[in-house]
């Protein structure tokens, strides 16, 4: 070692951080050297958020001859202490660089987080549909996998029940035939169990049963006592072949079922169908594919755990060396990993942040009054803003076309009474005066909807009660007004008014064009939220209590999603020769409610 | 009628104006004697001419119709002022019948309806929809200042208005109250004057501030 002549805090400092790194190069080495030499599992690396973080081995007991074949051979690592806050923990694990051996399947848990152990989930095994045209040239495939165990799945063969399995695919253009493979995925990595019986494949018939084109049911073949028996239409594949197996007894429908059992983590073992036995397909054919299974899949040779943000607490991160159906085998690692709690769980610092959190709030809550206040100050302006531009269109409509509209009305009307009666001219001229007026109608219904000097519920009473009763004095029909003179001053927005109004002139028009009325009696009522307009006739009702007068057209419908959409609901009772009462609920706003 | 009814129109569209002025011209009841383009012009000219009828726009450039009804009739309390309006607005129509006039119409009226409209306010029948009603019985209802009891409705008149109010029209009041259709006009012009008197005590109690 050096010797500084006058130690200094900032020297102390750089001293520390050399013996720390130093440290750490040191343990490293260790572990190398330490490194049992037919290990095929270790920690190969720990990452905390995007941090690489050291870590170091602290009891191998396989450092020595291995006692007994069926004990497992377990190496502590010391255990690593992270802050909660750093994010994502993720460990990888695996045979080392210059293993001998290779872990057939690794299986892992973090206690104290996970609920059991877990199978690699990048590990899987596939059945695949493989299309050839006629050139047996490969025109698609449709692949279905399986992951993790299955549901029936014990951990050996006799005691696991099978699951049924179905699945469609389409036969793609050009494709002429189809052979199936049952393999070990197209990953050399994938390790696992799986047994397969019963396969069938049907076509799937429009408006008929499904019709069985292969049917599978492992029992026919030679051998077939044996795991290297053979069967009769399947030939296996792949790098692993012992890893392609004829399965005898249960948990096998019949005597015997196909499987894989694989645990070369470098290879691949499968089951496909012989050359010979293909079938034929054409293409846009929709397939069922239907079997039964057990299975146990996971990964061997490496492997990797990825943890969120993990709360305070201690874990234990364990890996362990399984073998092909899942069962312990071989190694095992175990890495204690610590998550301390944050600063801010602190009991000091959390009084003391209370404090200033309380003295900023106050603050805070100031401010933010003050803005809601600007805010809602702003939001006024708008309001009366949009107000009298309301107010000015409508003022403008009101003046200036409605001049206008009366100028042609008028004027159309004086030179027809100088046109000779009866003539074209005549007809003409007094068509183009109708057009005008009822022109200068609707645009009072607008102009009246729009001015925002009518929003208020009195002013929508006088203007419905004039409405009705020139509508109804024209047509003949007596028109009794039960509108209370003191409404309260209920705003009545436009959109809210012109919504009413509609629903009020057809619900009146709907009596003067079907029920034969002598008498209608228009109610208006108020409650807090809402206003309730009442149209009643005695004229002769409807057959059915839901339309009006059966086989002519009314407004109802038009009526009612008018006022849904407003959010309110329309209420409509007709008896024959009882008249017909129409109930049209709106819910309305206090003019001392907040602005919506 | 024996005598020719006096007629003045107050309306600034000048194509309005004549047609108004034709149609008007055309029945030999009627003879007009002036026109007017704006309210200024009229309130200067139209005491010294007092035409029985005024046939007026409420919309005007300047004063409108109803300042020039609530400033002349006063003035010329036999004259009768019909307002002339492009929509039904029941609001500004009430206003100029509490400031004096007696008769209203829509403009998109035609020259039948127009003609019968001013035969009848001259002979003392006036207009009143439910609307108006409705509006002239919360004017009344609201509370009541320095009103002498002679402008109060009468209770036949507060009857006639709340059936008013009610849509019955003038043939089914008169039927429900066993009236005649002369006595129920009598009535309304009745109401009409008392609406004006109440309005401006109204207006008057506004200022002094009671």
Redesign the interface.
């Known amino acids: 070692m050096i010797n500084w002549p006058v130690p200094s805090p900032l020297r102390r400092q750089i001293t520390h951080a050399f013996a720390g790194f130093l440290g750490v190069f040191l343990t490293a080495l260790a572990a190398a050297a330490e490194r049992s030499p037919h290990a095929c599992l270790e920690m190969l690396a720990l990452r905390h958020g995007n941090r690489d973080l050291p870590f170091r081995l602290e009891d191998d007991d396989d450092l020595g001859p291995r006692a007994s074949s069926d004990q497992l051979h377990v190496r502590r690592y010391a255990a690593v202490s992270l802050p909660n806050h750093a994010g994502r923990l993720t460990l990888l694990f695996g045979a080392p660089p210059g293993a001998t051996r290779f872990a057939p399947r690794l299986r892992y848990q973090l206690v104290g987080y996970d609920s059991g152990w877990r199978n690699h989930e990048r590990g899987f095994m596939h059945l695949v549909l493989k299309f050839r045209d006629e050139n047996r040239v490969p025109v698609s495939r449709a692949e279905f996998r399986i992951r993790g165990d299955s549901v029936g799945w014990t951990g050996t063969w006799a005691t696991s029940a099978l699951s049924s399995r179905l699945e469609e695919a389409v036969v793609p253009p050009r494709a002429a035939s189809l052979s199936i493979w049952i393999d070990s995925g197209g990953n050399d990595e994938n390790t696992g169990v799986w047994l397969v019986d019963d396969l069938a494949i049907r076509e799937i018939v429009p408006g008929a049963a499904p019709r069985l084109i292969f049917s599978e049911d492992f029992e026919d073949g030679r051998g077939l006592a044996q795991p290297e028996g053979d069967f009769a239409r399947w030939v296996r594949d792949g790098g692993a072949l012992d890893g392609a197996v004829v399965h005898a007894g249960p948990p096998a429908t019949g005597r015997h079922a196909l499987a894989l059992v694989e645990s070369n983590p470098t290879d691949y073992a499968a089951w496909r169908l012989k050359d010979m036995h293909v079938i034929p397909v054409s293409p846009g054919q929709r397939l069922r594919v239907e079997w039964r299974e057990t299975y146990s899949v996971g990964r061997g040779r490496a492997g990797e755990a990825s943890y969120p943000s993990l709360p305070a607490g201690q874990y234990q991160f364990r890996v362990q060396e399984v073998d092909a159906l899942g069962s312990p085998a071989g190694e095992e690692l175990v890495l204690p990993v610590f998550i301390t709690p944050p600063f801010h769980h602190n009991v000091w610092f959390q009084a003391a942040a209370v404090t200033s959190l309380l003295l900023v709030g106050l603050g805070v809550e100031r401010s933010i009054a003050r803005a809601r206040m600007r805010r809602q100050l702003v939001e006024l302006e708008r309001r009366q803003v949009v107000q009298q531009e309301r107010a000015r269109i409508a003022r403008d409509i009101?003046?200036d076309l409605?001049?206008v509209?009366?100028?042609i009305?008028?004027?159309s009307?004086?030179a027809s009474?100088e046109a000779e009666p009866g003539s074209g001219l005549h007809r003409r001229l007094t068509e183009i005066?109708e057009a005008?007026?009822q022109l200068?109608?609707t645009?009072?219904e607008i102009?009246?909807a729009q001015d925002p000097?009518?929003d208020s519920l009195?002013?929508t009473?006088?203007?419905?009660?004039?409405?009705?009763?020139?509508l109804?004095?024209v047509a003949g029909i007596?028109?009794?007004?039960?509108?209370p003179?003191?409404l309260p001053a209920i705003p009545l927005d436009a959109e809210r008014r012109h919504d009413l109004f509609r629903a009020f002139k057809e619900a009146l028009n709907n009596v003067i064009k079907h029920s034969g009325a002598t008498e209608v009696r228009?109610a208006m009522h108020w409650r807090d939220d809402a206003i309730a307009l009442c149209v009643e006739d005695n004229g002769r009702g409807a057959v059915t209590g839901t339309g009006a007068t059966p086989g002519k057209g009314n407004g109802l419908p038009n009526m009612r999603t008018r006022i849904e959409r407003a959010g309110g609901r329309v209420e409509f009772e007709s008896r024959p020769g009882e008249g017909t009462r129409v109930l049209i609920v709106l819910p309305v706003r206090r003019r001392s409610d907040p602005a919506s | 009628m024996s005598q020719t009814v006096r007629l003045s129109i107050l309306e600034d569209d000048s194509a309005l104006r004549r047609a108004l002025s034709e149609w008007i011209a055309s029945d030999p009841r009627f003879r007009v004697v002036s026109e007017h383009a704006n309210a200024e012009d009229a309130i200067s000219s139209l005491p010294s001419i007092r035409p029985d009828v005024v046939v007026s726009d409420i919309n005007l450039p300047g004063q409108s119709g109803i300042d020039c009804v609530r400033h002349l009739k006063p003035l010329m309390p036999g004259t009768q002022f019909m307002m002339l309006t492009v929509y039904d607005d029941s609001e500004r129509i009430f206003q100029a019948l509490a400031a004096g006039a007696t008769g209203y119409l829509v403009k998109r009226a035609s020259r039948q309806e127009l003609l019968t409209a001013i035969a009848d306010i001259h002979r003392g029948e006036s207009p009143m929809s439910s609307g108006i009603a409705r509006k002239i019985v919360q004017s009344f209802q609201r509370v009541e200042p320095i009103v002498s009891p002679t402008n109060k409705l009468t209770p036949r008149e507060r009857q006639v208005l709340e059936l008013l109010a009610r849509g019955f029209l003038y043939k089914e009041i008169a039927a429900q109250l066993q009236l005649s259709i002369p006595t129920v006009n009598c009535y309304i012009r009745s109401i009409y004057e008392k609406l004006q008197v109440h309005s401006r005590s109204q207006a008057v109690a506004k200022l002094l501030g009671v």
């Open positions: 009101h003046d409605g001049t509209l009366s100028r009305s008028m004027t009307e004086t009474l005066c005008s007026r200068t109608l645009m009072e102009v009246w000097r009518h009195d002013d009473a006088s203007y419905f009660s004039s409405f009705a009763s020139d109804l004095s007596a028109c009794r007004l039960d509108l003179v003191d228009i």
